[in-house]
């Protein structure tokens, strides 16, 4: 028995204790996320100061590059996946996630003082390209972790209440990075933005990412001893041989997922500028709003999965996805009010939601405790890497070959996939987590 588990046989009505416990791990899990969303929205103004050897680049040329290394970073998450889906399963949930809020705090503070192209020439981005390897390490062990804990320490028959909090605070993470470049952008001029400015964001999660691992230090641990004792905890082998349906099921719908999260989250505000030609600022005032409602919605519709059950999340997500993607693209790509660009993003954002709320969730209930980080942890970090992280660069790359509508197609064909492979999971899928309530 897990000490979780023995915790709440001591006393099922202790609740308090699972909501603190949620709430520190969610912390580490924001702070990750600001500092990985800090580059994306401060690329707009950096990308000309690292990729200056592009001479007489078009804008979206040099967010190109720039989205690029954001997409490298992206793969260096299976490897991170795998090694601190190793260090859970094998020495436990909480010290994966104090090593991985750490690495995070490194890169931020690296990325913070590096040279830019003028002062270290062609060093400059290869050091940048590090750091946000480094990122993208930390990140990719972070998902599966977190996922695995929340999972564990939640309550049965509310686990899709309180897993959605998982992607409240990866959400909160996009937020405060984005509300921190409104309150900059009002603070600075455009010209100390490019010249320094942008550096601020990365100070911050720094020193946010401190203060996240001493809260996770006071975290419970909810694997067993015996768990991680056994053989096959934290092998890549075992997984593999023992549940190779379940890896490549996540794999299917997470690659769906990823894509149309980030191409309504990160890339929607470069989308607003460079296709629907609103100004920087009005583009992330926008989302800024927009991420808060999106926040907010997800333990709705985590609590929504208590009720209808995830078969009918998953399936209204895949179904309103495939249907919906190619039209409201088109709508925000031709908008002229920010109230209206607002309303679209949300509308897509409330779609997505069905998805994201139980995620985390969803793919945790499919594997065994000894196995359970890392199945998550790996299974999500390939296609996150694969299909989200590459979601700018391939939007950019289309539009800079005149070919923009070619994305939301591509957008459109892999949320069907994400829609059959969901049908295929949900057909005599395992449920390892005791008590999981609505299915």
């Known amino acids: 028995m897990s000490n979780t588990a023995a915790m709440a046989a001591a006393d099922p009505h202790d609740t308090r204790r699972r909501v603190m416990a949620i709430v520190g791990s969610s912390s580490g899990n924001l702070v990750e996320w600001f500092d990985f969303y800090a580059y994306a929205f401060t690329a707009l103004y950096f990308s000309s100061a690292f990729f200056g050897f592009i001479k007489n680049a078009e804008p979206t040329t040099q967010l190109l590059y720039s989205s690029a290394v954001f997409a490298i970073g992206f793969l260096m998450r299976p490897i991170g996946g795998w090694l601190f889906g190793w260090i859970a399963d094998r020495y436990g949930r909480k010290n994966s996630m104090m090593i991985s809020v750490l690495m995070m705090c490194a890169g931020s503070l690296a990325i913070a003082i590096l040279p830019t192209y003028a002062t270290a020439g062609i060093l400059a981005p290869i050091l940048l390209l590090l750091c946000r390897m480094v990122q993208g390490l930390s990140v990719g062990g972070e998902y599966g972790t977190s996922a695995t804990y929340m999972s564990e320490v939640a309550l049965a028959g509310r686990r899709g209440f309180f897993g959605s909090f998982q992607y409240v605070?990866?959400?909160?993470?996009?937020?405060?990075?984005?509300?921190?470049?409104?309150?900059?952008?009002?603070?600075?001029?455009?010209?100390?933005?490019?010249?320094?400015?942008?550096?601020?964001?990365?100070?911050?999660?720094?020193?946010?990412?401190?203060?996240?691992?001493?809260?996770?230090?006071?975290?419970?641990?909810?694997?067993?001893?015996?768990?991680?004792?056994?053989?096959?905890?934290?092998?890549?082998?075992?997984?593999?041989?023992?549940?190779?349906?379940?890896?490549?099921?996540?794999?299917?719908?997470?690659?769906?997922?990823?894509?149309?999260?980030?191409?309504?989250?990160?890339?929607?505000?470069?989308?607003?500028?460079?296709?629907?030609?609103?100004?920087?600022?009005?583009?992330?005032?926008?989302?800024?709003?927009?991420?808060?409602?999106?926040?907010?919605?997800?333990?709705l519709f985590g609590a929504l999965s208590d009720r209808i059950g995830r078969k009918w999340s998953m399936m209204l997500f895949g179904a309103l996805a495939t249907l919906c993607t190619v039209p409201l693209l088109t709508a925000i790509g031709s908008v002229q009010s920010p109230v209206t660009a607002y309303f679209l993003v949300v509308a897509a954002l409330a779609i997505v939601s069905f998805y994201t709320s139980i995620s985390g969730l969803v793919k945790a209930e499919m594997f065994p405790a000894e196995v359970r980080a890392l199945g998550v942890g790996l299974s999500y970090a390939i296609a996150n890497a694969v299909f989200g992280g590459s979601a700018e660069a391939v939007a950019l790359a289309f539009k800079d070959a005149g070919h923009e509508t070619w994305f939301f197609w591509y957008v459109t064909v892999m949320c069907a996939i994400a829609f059959l492979t969901a049908l295929t999971m949900l057909a005599n899928r395992p449920t390892y987590l005791a008590g999981h309530g609505t299915e």
């Not at 004792?229 to 890896?247: I, N, Q, T, W, Y």
């Open 169 to 299: 605070t990866l959400i909160g993470g996009q937020l405060l990075a984005s509300a921190v470049i409104v309150i900059l952008e009002l603070t600075f001029s455009d010209e100390e933005m490019r010249a320094w400015g942008w550096r601020i964001p990365f100070v911050v999660g720094a020193c946010a990412a401190v203060v996240a691992f001493y809260l996770r230090r006071s975290l419970h641990e909810t694997s067993s001893a015996e768990t991680r004792a056994r053989k096959e905890a934290g092998s890549l082998v075992g997984l593999m041989r023992r549940h190779p349906r379940p890896f490549l099921i996540v794999i299917g719908y997470t690659a769906g997922g990823s894509l149309i999260f980030y191409t309504f989250t990160t890339y929607m505000q470069k989308y607003l500028v460079n296709t629907a030609h609103m100004a920087k600022e009005t583009a992330n005032i926008t989302m800024t709003a927009v991420l808060f409602t999106y926040m907010c919605m997800q333990p």
